[in-house]
């Protein structure tokens, strides 16, 4: 543990064992280009040794991320899907996870297209269901699968309540904790096993790096990620490591903006007529409004809304001006997406149907503008579409 333990996230994010490098006091780390580490002794290897195994830039992240997390030992990976699927290498054929419905579309691929043809089955369950969870439980139940709050309708789990249903049968319980990130909550305090992140998101922060990342505090559990970690080989690379680590240094400042920012635009949303709902933790409204406030400190910075129509969701996509129409979140701008053909496009459309994740939904992220700016662009677009339908 480091001698910042005492101070406050956001002084964490930049006081830790990695503040300079200790051979030049250099106050950005070095990045460590090397494949392989020369040896100088036969018998006796140092440290590193070949950079899929370790290397020194990769490990400031990842242990960084681990103390972030509350936890003892990170992972860095390719991507968060790498992070994701490496961590479901930790079951075998013969088991069965439960996990949440609306869960991040690569996850839905790889649990019902990938994980099936190695013999591990699958239940999908309204996670915000204990009764529903229970029943899903089966003798060789040996994971729970958690998004909270969930892609893209922002469902809250009680984490504590499904790691100590887990924990009653020998399960382990993994939380991917993109959208709050540990600015916000932190699983492993709660009692959860792994916590997984796509780095690309607010960790990283600015829409320029690929990135997962996966935290664990039981130590075996540690060794055995690591031996999967080396074995698939889905390592993060040094260049974008590093631009991860610079990432993380504003976060704090960029989820507080944000975070106001959403509660903001919500708001708006939910009292404009055009807007048929609006998905947001942070409105007293929301059904998990105060199981969210128990297990975090704070909303997050996404949203989702339904308009009343697929004819008027283009529309409006047509018509703002600010945010950046695309894939992805977390990031400086905002993002603004359509669930149907962009994170849940793997979802076949009956699946996704059934989970509300309909063809008039969008979700928002927002980024670092002035709220009333965006707010202004919204009202604009939204009162183009009043003009265009009252033709
Ligand atoms: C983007 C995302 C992922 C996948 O991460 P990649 O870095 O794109 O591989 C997983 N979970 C959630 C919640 C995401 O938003």
Redesign the pocket.
Known sequence: MSEYTDCTFETRLLHNKFKYDKETGAVSLPIHHASTFHQADPEKFGKYDYSRSGNPTREALEEIIAELEDGTRGFAFS????A?STAFLLLSSGDHVIISEDV?G??YRMVSQVLTRFGITHTFVDMTDLDAIQAAIQSNTKAFYI?TPS?PLLKVTDIRAVSSLAKEIGALTYV?N??LTPALQKPLTLGADIVLH????FLSGHSDV???LAVVKDPELADQLYFLQNSFGAVLGVQDAWLVMRGLKTLHVRMQHSQETAGKVAEFLSSHPLVKSVYYPGLSEHPGYSLHNEQTAGPGAVLSFELESEEAVKSFVTNVKLPVFAV??GAVETILSYPAQM?HAAMPEPERLKRGITNSLLRLSAGLENSADLIRDFEAALAKQAAASAY
């Open positions: 991507s968060g899907m790498a994701i991040y690569g996850t998004e892609n991917d993109t959208f796509s780095a690309t998101k690929v990135a997962g992805s979140l994170s």
